[in-house]
Structure formats: structure tokens, C-alpha cells
């Protein structure tokens, strides 16, 4: 019988010696990297690229610039529907991209066309489904409207990757607006409909539950090289 490759069993020490405040000083180092309408129009990469997905004005924008600390990076709105591209922010130190986040445009808005609808939700299906370095989903959902239909339909659509490991996380954002119970009450229902999925409360008005999700999306980089480069890591 063949030996097993020597891979690390847990999270290798560096990761797990990693605080919130350098995940967030990480994330801080995000710049635009390009915007695409079509997924044939996005570079071809072999980086971890985490996407941030959920209903229109569900916090998609809001949260990466929370998370990275910038003000406009990504176009937060008032009005829904206000990202229309998949938009790319690179991360990494000196000019070194070690990581993506990508903005990708929120579904489920009434007053977008049918046609316009559908199309988009072709974009992001075949994305998700697709995506090659693909290494982690944050699913943005408001608790006050709950995980909604085509919130499910999505979570149908990736099963099939959560389940052969790409981990997935719902962030249930606006937190603020919610009283202390009502929060647990959401996010037990939360990890019920996701069957037993990670779920967290994140509000970026009173900054809840950032650095567990900036740990999240550091883990993601992580993970990527290590099941990338497993001899990398053994040696
Ligand atoms: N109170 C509160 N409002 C928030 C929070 N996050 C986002 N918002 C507000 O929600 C609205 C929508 O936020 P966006 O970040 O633009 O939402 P989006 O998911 O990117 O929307 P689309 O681009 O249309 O898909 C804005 O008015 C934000 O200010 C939060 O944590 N607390
Ligand atoms: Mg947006």
C-alpha cells in the first residue's frame, strides 16, 4: 500500500498563531484589481479568491469595506442593485497578490429587468460553480428578511463544493438592528437552514463580528495552499 503524503492534520502553527489585528492589517493592504460583466472577461488566476454573495442590499459592499478598512473601495449604496459587475480587490503585501476578494452583484432586486435578472443569475451561478480558484463563499444575508428563496437556491447550487470541502460561511449582516435575542434567535435558524453550516451575527455600524470574519477569509488563503501545495507544506 502507498504512504499516505505527510500532511498536517490541523491548521499549520502559522495560522493558528495569527491574530484578528494582522488578518485585518492584511485585509487592509485590498486594492481594485478589475471588473468584469462576464465571467469569460475575468483574469484567469491561480490565487484564492473569496467571494462575497447574497440578496441585493444585503451588506455585500459594506462588509468588504469594513473588512479591509476602506471606505469605498466597494460601491456601497442606499439603492439596491448598485453593483453590477463582479468587482476584484486584490490582497497581498508590496505589490504580491496572495489573495481575492470578489463583490459579486446582489440578486433578488424587483425593479431589475427580467432578462437582466436572469442573465445575472447565469453570471453567478456559472461563477460559483466554475471558479477554479475558488477557496471560499461568504453568503451576506439581512436576518430580518431571513435566508429567501433564491438565497436557498444558491446554497442548492454549491452544495455539491461545500460538500467536497469549500468552505462557506453566512454572515448575517445589520446586526445592529436587531436586539440581543432576536440575534440568537437568527442565527440559530441560520445554521438550522444552512444544516449545521458556519454562521455569524456581523454588523459593520458597531464593527460586531469582524475579526472572526477577517479570521475566516484569512484561514481561506491558508487553505487554498495548503490543499494546493500539500509538499509545500510537509516540508
Ligand atoms: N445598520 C446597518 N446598515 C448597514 C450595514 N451594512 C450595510 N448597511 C446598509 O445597507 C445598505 C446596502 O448596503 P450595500 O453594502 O450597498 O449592500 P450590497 O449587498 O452591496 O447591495 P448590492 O450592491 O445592491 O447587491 C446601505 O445603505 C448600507 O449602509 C450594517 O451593518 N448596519
Ligand atoms: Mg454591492
Known amino acids: 500500500m502507498r504512504a499516505m503524503p505527510d500532511r498536517p492534520a490541523s491548521p499549520p502553527a502559522a ?3 495569527v491574530t484578528a489585528r494582522q488578518a485585518l492589517a492584511w485585509l487592509h493592504t485590498a486594492r481594485f484589481l478589475t471588473t468584469a460583466a462576464q465571467l469569460h472577461q475575468l483574469p484567469v488566476s491561480a490565487v484564492p479568491e473569496i467571494a462575497f454573495v447574497g440578496r441585493s ?3 455585500k459592499s459594506t462588509a ?3 473588512l479591509t478598512q476602506q471606505t469605498q473601495l466597494a460601491f456601497a449604496s ?3 442593485g448598485r453593483t453590477q459587475h463582479i468587482n476584484l480587490f486584490a490582497l497581498g503585501r508590496q505589490g504580491v497578490t496572495d489573495a481575492v476578494l470578489a463583490d459579486l ?3 433578488g432586486y424587483a425593479a431589475v429587468p427580467q432578462a437582466d435578472k436572469q442573465r445575472w443569475q447565469r453570471v453567478m451561478a456559472d461563477y460559483l460553480l466554475t471558479r477554479p480558484n475558488l477557496a471560499g463563499v461568504v453568503m451576506l444575508c439581512d436576518p430580518r428578511r431571513g435566508l429567501q428563496e433564491l438565497d436557498h437556491l444558491l446554497l ?3 452544495r455539491p463544493r461545500v460538500e467536497q470541502g469549500l468552505p462557506f460561511l453566512v454572515l448575517l449582516t445589520k446586526a445592529d438592528k436587531l436586539s440581543r435575542s432576536e440575534q440568537a434567535k437568527a442565527l440559530s435558524l441560520a445554521r438550522l437552514q444552512t444544516r449545521g453550516g458556519q454562521a455569524q451575527l456581523f454588523s459593520a455600524l458597531k464593527r460586531q463580528g ?3 470574519a477577517a479570521l475566516w ?12 501545495e500539500p509538499s509545500a507544506a510537509s516540508v
Open 15 to 17: 495560522l493558528a498563531a
Open 57 to 59: 442590499n444585503a451588506g
Open 64 to 66: 468588504i469595506n469594513t
Open 78 to 80: 442606499k439603492r439596491p
Open 105 to 107: 452583484p446582489g440578486y
Open 156 to 158: 442548492e447550487l454549491i
Open 210 to 212: 469582524v475579526d472572526a
Open 217 to 228: 477569509i484569512w484561514g481561506r488563503k491558508h487553505w487554498v495552499e495548503t490543499r494546493l
